[in-house]
């Protein structure tokens, strides 16, 4: 696994989601729909979204008025969890998340994929503890989670066919079964 930046808060959004403050567990978010909050607000990467449409991303076919006031909860959570202003405010209208000293898992492994290559593919793979959000079943994830899975895919394959190339017929194998050298 790729090391977390020099930032005390690292968001891993692969498998369970969990947030880690210094290397510590954050937990008391007052309710999941406050984790999907953050995690879709991580997945806009740091771009401000507007309340009326995290009310429809979360909270689909409730009255906005009630979405909204429901977003704005959350974000108060979420700051009183994450400490500070975690979530900034351009406007009364719009709340995002400053990325910019927080580390995410998905982000390292976009960046591996892009790289393609043996070592990045290797980084990759061991980025990946399982689906993007698993449990969480929010059709917004639907199309993240499905590209990563596609990625971590094409990871695999590519491992695997350059192991073959190579006469490594057991590093293949290992690869196929899920143990990536790297993943140890």
């Known amino acids: 696994m790729i090391p977390p930046a020099p930032s005390d808060l690292s968001i891993y959004l692969f498998g369970s989601m969990s947030v880690r403050r210094g290397g510590r567990s954050i937990t008391g978010f007052r309710t999941q729909k ?61 709340v995002g998340i400053d990325l910019t000293q927080v580390y995410v898992d998905v982000f390292a492994f976009d960046v591996a ?32 989670r499905e590209l990563r899975r596609q990625c971590y895919e094409r990871a695999l394959d590519f491992l695997i066919e350059q192991a073959q190339a190579d006469g490594d017929y057991e590093a293949a194998e290992n690869i196929y079964a899920g143990q990536s050298p790297l993943k140890g």
Request: with cysteine; proline share 2%; net charge negative.
């Open 113 to 144: 994929c892009a790289q393609g290559d043996s070592i990045a593919m290797h980084t990759a793979i061991s980025l990946y503890e399982g689906d993007l959000l698993e449990g969480c079943h929010e059709i917004w994830a639907l199309p993240a």
């Open 34 to 94: 406050s984790k999907w909050l953050l995690a879709y607000l991580v997945l806009q990467q740091g771009k401000a979204v507007e309340y009326e449409v995290l009310g429809e991303r979360l909270w689909p076919g409730t009255e906005i008025e009630k979405a909204i006031s429901s977003v704005r909860q959350c974000v108060s959570d979420l700051n009183a969890v994450l400490g500070g202003e975690a979530l900034y405010k351009l406007s009364r209208s719009e």
